[in-house]
Structure formats: C-alpha cells, structure tokens
C-alpha cells in the first residue's frame, strides 16, 4: 500500500541542502464562550482591532469565532511562540470570557441565535457577512461553529532547483506545481494519519444533532454526550464540517489547469437546492447566488492547493497567474491538550509527512478513486482505533491492517527525521516520529483515546469549561515572547483606520458591487 520511496529518500539523503527554509504558518479558529460556558453574544472586542483589517485576530463564520493569523515562519519554535503570543494578548482583552478549547461546540443547541461576523458598512465588509448568511441557509449555523486548525505549508525554492530541476518561482511554476499535486494526491490516499493521531472530537454533546437523521451507532455517557468508542474526529465526518452537494463536483488534482477549470465551473453552475433557498427574501439577500459554490473557498477539502492572493483577485486566477505557492492542510482537530490548538510535535509530523508526500509517487487519481479514498478516511474517522482495523487498498482490492501501514509509513518518515535533524544539528523531528509511531502499537496514545477519557470522566462541558478556566489564567499570566504591546497597539489602531478607508472608498451601491463580484 505504501509507495517504495526508498529512490527519492537516498536522493535526499544525498541533498540535504533541498530541505532548509521550509516555511509554514497556522490558521487556529476558537470559539469565544462566557463563564457558564455559553457561547458569547457580545461582539468581537473593539480593543483587538477590525476583524476585516487585522493581521493576525480576526473572525471566522460567527461575531463569537475567533480566528488567529501568523506570518509565515522558517522556524517552529518561532511560529508557535508568535501564535501564543496572540492568544496571550487576546486573553487579556477578554474580560470575564474564556476560549473555547475543542473543535465540536457544546452549550449551543439549533435554535441558539448565532450572530454572522460582522464587518463594517464597506461593500467589502457587507459582501464577506452575507457570505456567511448563505452559509448559514445552505448549511446550517450549527456547523459553520465547528473549529479547527489549518496548517500552511510550503517547501524552499532549494528543493525545487534540485529536484525538478527548475530555474526560478516563475519560470518553474509548472513544475513546482506539479510536485505540489503530487503531494495533494498521496494526502487523499494516506492523510487519514492525521485524524488517526490526531483527532481529537470522538464525542459530541448530544444537543448537536438535535432533529438531525443519523445511522451511527452512538453510546451515550452519563453527562449526555454520545460518542462512538473508537472515534477520531467526528468533525470530519458526516455530522461534521461536510458537505454533501459538493462532492459530485468531480474536481480531480492531476493537473492544476483542470483543477482550475473545475472549481471556476463550481462557482458558475447553478444548484437546485440553493435555488429553492433563493437569493432574497423581503428584500434582504440570503446567499451571494444560487451557484454549487457562492465563492471558490466555499469548497470544503481536508487539503487545498493556494497562492496568496492579489486585490481583487480570486483565489483560481492567483494560482492561474503564478502556479501553486504552498498548500493548506484543514484535516486538523483543535488541540485540546496545546493553550493554542497545536503542539510542536504535530508541527514537525506535518512537516514530515508532507515533505513524504511530495517524495513518493503518486499516480493520476479519477473522480472515482477520490471518492474511493474517503473510505479509509471514514474508517479512521469513525472507528480508527478498532482493533485489528482494515484500510482498503486499490479501491476495495485487497486490505492490510491500519497498524502495519502506519509503522511501514513511519519508517519512511524517521529518515525524513534524520535529514531534517542533521540540518538543524537535533534530534526533534526524530523524538516527534519515535513519540508518534508508538500510537500504532498503542491506540490509547492517540489524542482521541487521551480525550475520550476525560470527557467520560466530566462531560464535554465539564472538560471543557475546565481546559478553557485553565488555559485562561494560564496565558493571562505569561508575558509576550516576540509581539510587544506596541506592536500590537499599533496594529490594532491601524486596522481602523483601513477599514474606515475602505467604507470612505466605496463607489458603487452594494448591488452593483455584488453583480460585479458574480461576473454579472
């Protein structure tokens, strides 16, 4: 099942170089709730900046969901200090507030109001809510609450200089994309590892799927929680962060002008389902329009093929103009166990992994193989820990233990360690693959295991509420490492004042905006 990479790992033993100035960078979404653990109804603070403007704090789906931002970084230690130093500087402007620290919301039922974030009057602001308001209608509010942690990833121009033999970002951009596609394939074939180690919402607070139909086999604990025994991550399942009417898009990643095409013809082709939701009601829009996606980032994928985007420009046409930059891993559970939703140990298995990735071979996949490779996903998903738990190979074939895939996938991964650590004159990428391979031998080592028992022992609220008490009083106390409050003082001020700019720049209505914004 595992791809012979032994070639391109003896390539990279031989060329070390290729692997210095990786780069990354973390996305991390949480919920703001008030002591009794109800999710806030007050606004996104005024003292943290605009959420439109603002480069490190802004908001998700809801006024409640904070998302936090870092630059890119060359180092993990860097990257994940600057992180905490937002969650240090957002716990102080708080007040009596706390984060939330699990993906899966728990005190909200269907019929609490959840207020759209909110962006100012600019036709910019205006056109980002009612987004979110079609979201709501086309899903629900309920799973747009859903958090998680997206991992940005790309690998230095050195590597593509020495592997594809490429000139420069511009005059490579194919084959850098290419090498980006490959990576994207083996995620879909083997990314199930990240919800096998993971995953960390193997349980949900029963209010959740409150008049929602659903076949699983559900326990229920004491406290009211029902959980499936060998969970991963129920936020990736059907109950989760999905979406059903995307999925017969067809979009393949073979190569980058289909995948272009593809999501460019998702945008433009109208849906039955949203019609009958329609674009307005008593004069007020409901979605952006009636298409299978409003916007391209409507499509819901565990991985993403990116490029940073300029003014006014969509996220296709940026990879049209320049080819893939780096690409964004969305597979990721909060870290109930990291103040900020993610460790350094997860941190150098990403890298590790995904530099794999873009190593092994990874044959054309059909529309078909996709769709077949959430089988596995699905297993791990729902039942990962099973013993004695099959992944299908070929579509159905043949099948091979879960456990023997991941120790042979790891012993690929321990090499990559071992260039990586050379590099830096270390050995943490190979204490984090050493601490992780254990998981497959032991499944009570996994995230899921580790938070199933504490959420049997005190309910989702209770652990919840506990974590949440802790973590604030926690960063509250540590003073900022690399951000100073000037910095951020600074920042703040002047994400005002651009949004201001904005809504003083305006020219058009906000109908004529919007036909612009849908090609009209």
């Known amino acids: 099942m595992i791809p012979d990479v032994s070639k391109a790992l003896s390539w990279l033993e031989a060329n070390p170089h290729a692997l210095k100035g990786i780069r990354r960078g973390v996305e991390r979404e949480t919920l703001?709730?008030?002591?009794?653990?109800?999710?806030?109804?007050?606004?996104?603070?005024?003292?943290?900046?605009?959420?439109?403007?603002?480069k490190w704090i802004t908001t998700d789906f809801a006024e409640a969901l904070l998302e936090f931002i870092t630059p890119v970084d060359d180092d993990v230690d860097h990257l994940l200090t600057f992180l905490r130093d937002i969650h240090r500087h957002v716990s102080r402007h708080l007040g009596d507030e706390r984060m939330w620290p699990l993906s899966m919301p728990c005190f909200i039922d269907s019929s609490q109001p959840i207020e759209l974030a909110q962006y100012g009057s600019s036709n910019q602001g205006r056109f980002k809510t009612l987004y979110r308001e079609g979201l709501k209608n086309r899903y629900g509010a309920l799973m747009q609450a859903i958090s998680g942690v997206h991992y940005n990833f790309s690998l230095p121009l050195a590597f593509w200089q020495a592997r594809a033999g490429v000139k420069d970002e511009i005059d490579g951009k194919d084959e850098i994309s290419a090498g980006y596609l490959r990576l994207i394939r083996n995620y879909y074939r083997f990314g199930w590892i990240i919800p096998y180690l993971f995953g960390a919402s193997p349980a949900i607070c029963?209010?959740?799927?409150?008049?929602?139909?659903?076949?699983?086999?559900?326990?229920?604990?004491?406290?009211?929680?029902?959980?499936?025994?060998?969970?991963?991550?129920?936020?990736?399942?059907?109950?989760?962060?999905?979406?059903?009417s995307q999925s017969q898009l067809g979009i393949t990643f073979n190569r980058l002008p289909e995948y272009i095409t593809a999501l460019k013809q998702a945008i433009k082709t109208p849906s039955a389902d949203y019609q009958r939701i329609g674009l307005k009601k008593n004069g007020q829009y409901l979605q952006l329009n009636t298409n299978v996606l409003q916007i391209e980032n409507e499509l819901y994928a565990p991985i993403r093929p990116k490029r940073i985007t300029r003014p006014g420009e969509t996220p296709s046409n940026a990879l049209q103009r320049g080819g893939i930059e780096y690409i964004e891993v969305r597979s990721l559970d909060i870290n109930p166990f990291s103040p900020i939703g993610i460790d350094e140990q997860q941190s150098r298995f990403l890298d590790l992994f995904l530099i794999w990735c873009t190593l092994a071979e990874a044959p054309e996949m059909s529309a078909q193989e996709l769709l077949c490779t959430r089988t596995n996903w699905n297993s791990v998903i729902l039942e990962g820990r099973k013993p004695g738990l099959m992944l299908s190979v070929d579509c159905g074939a043949a099948q091979m233990p879960l456990a023997d895939v991941g120790k042979e996938l790891f012993r690929d991964l321990r090499r990559v360690a071992e260039i990586l650590d050379s590099n830096n004159h270390n050995r943490l990428y190979r204490q984090a693959s050493d601490n992780l391979v254990a998981a497959f031998d032991d499944p009570e080592l996994t995230f899921s295991a580790r938070i199933l028992k504490g959420m049997r022992e005190h309910g989702i609220g209770g652990l919840g509420m506990k974590l949440a008490n802790d973590y604030r009083r926690m960063l509250c106390d540590e003073p900022l490492e690399i951000l100073t409050e000037e910095a951020l003082a600074a920042e703040q001020a002047r994400s005002w004042q651009r949004q201001r700019e904005l809504e003083a720049a305006d020219t058009l209505s906000f109908d004529e905006y919007l036909a612009k914004q849908n090609g009209e």
């Not at 703001?32 to 603002?54: N, V």
């Open 32 to 54: 703001r709730i008030s002591a009794d653990g109800s999710l806030a109804q007050t606004p996104h603070p005024e003292s943290l900046g605009a959420a439109l403007t603002h």
């Open 206 to 244: 029963s209010s959740f799927i409150d008049g929602r139909k659903t076949n699983l086999p559900f326990e229920k604990a004491e406290s009211g929680m029902i959980y499936l025994p060998y969970a991963t991550s129920l936020r990736l399942s059907d109950l989760g962060y999905t979406s059903k």
